[in-house]
């Protein structure tokens, strides 16, 4: 059965700063989604990744994927107000002949000014 | 262009009482399901359909009951509340369930048992 982790739970960190948040996943899988939730919202696609090696960017924000770590990773560079909120890695369970799409528990990002 | 569209917004029910949760969406996508989310929970997948006619659970079906007659239309039924589903609910699609597209949620049900 899958399981999806997200570390850490919740990040408070200032301007300006790095840091990355981990995905990581028990089962074989080839596709991996972020996402992001503003407070009292829905969900925003932010990134899919589809093969081993993938990396995505989007202005101060990149995501990879190594499939044979089952590992996933969005990294914040110079981090701004704009960017607090909460964000989710999904993996879908296709590759093991079952059609789920299984959500972390999310990271809850607070960006101090 | 509507997107993925749920109703009610909200919703009070009592304990015992039963409703459907309506989600629709007009992209005409194979791939739709359901999602509760609870503080420090996540979302969490309650049923899923790959097409018309074809569903399957999720990792917390009981308490809830899907149909997919029609590609549009995916809707949950709660058959009888009880306080444990007090719950935002999201819908969610895509084009396929193998695709290479996210999936696009609705704007959630925010439902409340007593």
């Known amino acids: 059965e899958l399981k999806v982790e997200q570390n850490p739970l919740f990040l408070s960190m200032q301007e300006g700063k790095n840091y990355t948040i981990y995905c990581n996943y028990s089962?074989?899988?080839?596709?991996l989604y972020w996402y992001r939730q503003d407070p009292g919202k829905s969900l925003e696609s932010l990134f899919v990744?589809?093969?081993?090696?993938a990396v995505k960017q989007e202005g101060r924000l990149m995501a990879s994927l190594d499939t044979k770590a089952r590992l996933s990773t969005l990294h914040i560079t110079a981090a701004v107000h704009d960017l607090s909120a909460t964000y989710f890695c999904?993996?879908?369970?296709?590759?093991?002949?079952?059609?789920?799409?299984?959500f972390g528990k999310g990271t809850r990002l607070h960006i101090l000014p | 262009n509507a997107g993925v569209t749920q109703t009610p917004k909200f919703q009070v029910l009592k304990t015992g009482q039963s409703m459907t949760l309506q989600c629709a969406q007009d992209?005409?996508?194979?791939?739709m399901s359901w999602y509760r989310q609870d503080p420090g929970m996540g979302l969490r997948l309650i049923h899923y359909?790959?097409?018309?006619?074809?569903?399957d659970q999720g990792e917390v079906p009981n308490g809830y009951n899907v149909s997919r007659s029609t590609t549009e239309d995916f809707p949950l039924r709660l058959l009888s509340a009880a306080p444990s589903q007090t719950s935002v609910y999201f819908c969610?699609?895509?084009?396929?369930?193998?695709?290479?597209?996210?999936?696009?949620f609705g704007d959630g049900t925010r439902l409340s048992i007593l």
């Open positions: 969610a699609s895509s084009y396929s369930h193998r695709g290479r597209q996210p999936q696009h």
């Open positions: 089962t074989t899988s080839d596709r």
């Open positions: 990744l589809l093969s081993n090696g």
């Open positions: 999904a993996v879908d369970d296709g590759m093991n002949r079952d059609d789920k799409i299984i």
């Open positions: 992209m005409n996508h194979e791939y």
């Open positions: 359909s790959v097409g018309a006619g074809i569903t």
